[in-house]
């Protein structure tokens, strides 16, 4: 137990270290300023993009996957009625099991 307090001890030096001095103390602020003015509005922006190319290659893999099938019927791989984004192929097939083991005929 006493490896917790000193543990605790130090993560509180560690934090309260840069407030020693004032001028470290503005450098704290300054370092907050930039956080809140840059970092953060840069964040969301970013996730989003990162969110956009992930869902942009998977429909484009699913475009090879329907073109590479020869299939011409698209809603067995996308299915636009469902709700939810429930039409992906493989999300069907996912709850077309899960159907079946909840509902055993």
Not at 33 to 57: G, H, M, N
Request: glycine share 6%; proline share 4%; with cysteine.
């Amino acid at each position: 137990m006493s490896a917790v307090g000193v543990v605790a001890q130090l993560a509180y030096k560690l934090v309260t270290a840069p407030q020693t001095s004032s001028q470290s103390f503005c450098n704290v602020i300054k370092l907050g300023t930039f956080c809140r003015t840059v970092v953060w509005p840069i964040l969301p922006s970013l996730a989003f993009y990162q969110y956009i190319r992930k869902t942009d290659e998977d429909y484009y893999t699913l475009d090879v996957l329907y073109y590479k099938s020869g299939s011409k019927d698209y809603k067995a791989f996308y299915d636009t009625s469902r709700v939810g984004g429930s039409g992906h192929w493989r999300l069907q097939q996912d709850l077309e099991a899960i159907r079946a083991a909840a509902n055993p005929e």
